[in-house]
């Protein structure tokens, strides 16, 4: 079952959050997964809508998205996130046939 990466965050370093993005690109389709989005404009529907960037990533399933997260590929992508950024990032299981 497809399974979704989200990250909602706040960009404190737009250089290095550049730097991160190309990093990460590489480091997600290695490990089978693709961008659905990558932080274009977002309205509100209802309530405010998320500060920052949102990005979604989908993965073939849960082994798949964790083993990109812990691995060593993405491993110096990841600390480059974390400097330039602050937010959430979590996995999220998809609906069956999806």
Same mark, same amino acid.
């Given at each position: 079952? %497809? &399974?979704? &990466?989200?990250? *909602?965050? !706040? #960009?404190?370093? @737009?250089?290095?959050? !550049? *730097?991160?993005? %190309? @990093? %990460?690109?590489?480091?997600?389709? @290695?490990?089978?997964?693709?961008? +659905?989005?990558?932080?274009?404009? @977002? !309205?509100?529907?209802? =309530? =405010?809508?998320?500060? =920052?960037?949102?990005? #979604?990533? !989908?993965?073939?399933? *849960?082994?798949?998205? +964790?083993?990109?997260?812990?691995?060593? &590929?993405?491993?110096?992508?990841? /600390? +480059?996130?974390?400097? %330039?950024? *602050? =937010?959430?990032?979590?996995v999220v299981e998809g609906v /069956?046939?999806?």
């Open positions: 079952m %497809a &399974v979704y &990466v989200i990250f *909602q965050g !706040e #960009v404190a370093d @737009a250089e290095r959050y !550049e *730097q991160y993005k %190309a @990093a %990460a690109a590489g480091s997600v389709e @290695a490990a089978g997964g693709r961008y +659905l989005v990558r932080g274009g404009p @977002a !309205e509100a529907l209802d =309530g =405010g809508a998320p500060p =920052g960037r949102t990005v #979604v990533i !989908e993965f073939p399933d *849960q082994a798949s998205a +964790l083993a990109w997260y812990n691995g060593h &590929v993405y491993a110096s992508a990841r /600390q +480059l996130r974390l400097e %330039a950024a *602050q =937010g959430r990032m979590y /069956q046939g999806s």
